[in-house]
T-cell receptor, first 112, second 116 residues
Framework: DAKTTQPPSMDCAEGRAANLPCNHSTISGNEYVYWYRQIHSQGPQYIIHGLKNNETNEMASLIITEDRKSSTLILPHATLRDTAVYYCIVRVKRTSYGKLTFGQGTILTVHP | DGGITQSPKYLFRKEGQNVTLSCEQNLNHDAMYWYRQDPGQGLRLIYYSQIVNDFQKGDIAEGYSVSREKKESFPLTVTSAQKNPTAFYLC???????????????FGDGTRLSIL
């Protein structure tokens, strides 16, 4: 599996941009990067995914470096409801059933 | 609204009892998954199904059973053979589990199972 490394925790002020980094230096050429978040006692929520181009949707932006060894999830205007554990995942493509492997993630705390 | 519904939200099991967790999706997804999450840990795959009437064991299938008789439903039974069933159980689905698919998995809100 392509291993991902994330900081264990980050803080962000409400209304500011939250930039969550992820290192995936062993990623293969056709493997996508996925971001999910999990609020306590809820199921993981899909945020965004990408291969090599930057992606943006209504929730966030994903910036992937040119060498694809790292990425950054950007929440442009963080709110208190964005406090959650954020997971960066590289899906294992060589399996035929799409198992997702969640690591420890980054605990993002948004404070007033 | 389309989504994945898991029920019940909380479930209690007595010793020696089998219990069934429900998972229903109206997203018209082919593939469905069951994961288990223990406190402070990541998700572990129990079973998955790529298509109706087919399912395969994941990494920790012992003590669990599933069925996939309908596309929208993938119930999980926690049997008495599962000696440590207390956990948060998550059901997920995706359009296709094919190796060339990059579509994300979407999750339900989970069922928390405890032992009485």
């Amino acid at each position: 599996d392509a291993k991902t490394t994330q900081p264990p925790s980050m803080d962000c002020a409400e209304g500011r941009a939250a930039n969550l980094p992820c290192n995936h230096s062993t990623i293969s050429g056709n493997e996508y990067v996925y971001w999910y978040r999990q609020i306590h006692s809820q199921g993981p929520q899909y945020i965004i995914h990408g291969l090599k181009n930057n992606e943006t949707n209504e929730m966030a932006s994903l910036i992937i470096t040119e060498d694809r060894k790292s990425s950054t999830l950007i929440l442009p205007h963080a709110t208190l409801r964005d406090t959650a554990v954020y997971y960066c995942i590289v899906r294992v493509k060589r399996t035929s059933y799409g198992k997702l492997t969640f690591g420890q993630g980054t605990i993002l705390t948004v404070h007033p | 609204d389309g989504g994945i519904t898991q029920s019940p939200k909380y479930l209690f099991r007595k010793e020696g009892q089998n219990v069934t967790l429900s998972c229903e999706q109206n997203l018209n997804h082919d593939a469905m998954y069951w994961y288990r999450q223990d406190p402070g840990q990541g998700l572990r795959l129990i079973y998955y199904s790529q298509i109706v009437n087919d399912f395969q064991k994941g990494d920790i299938a012992e003590g669990y059973s599933v069925s996939r008789e309908k596309k929208e439903s993938f119930p999980l039974t926690v049997t008495s053979a599962q000696k440590n069933p207390t956990a948060f159980y998550l059901c997920a689905s995706t359009i296709s589990a094919r190796i060339d698919s990059n579509q994300p998995q979407h999750f339900g809100d989970g069922t928390r199972l405890s032992i009485l």
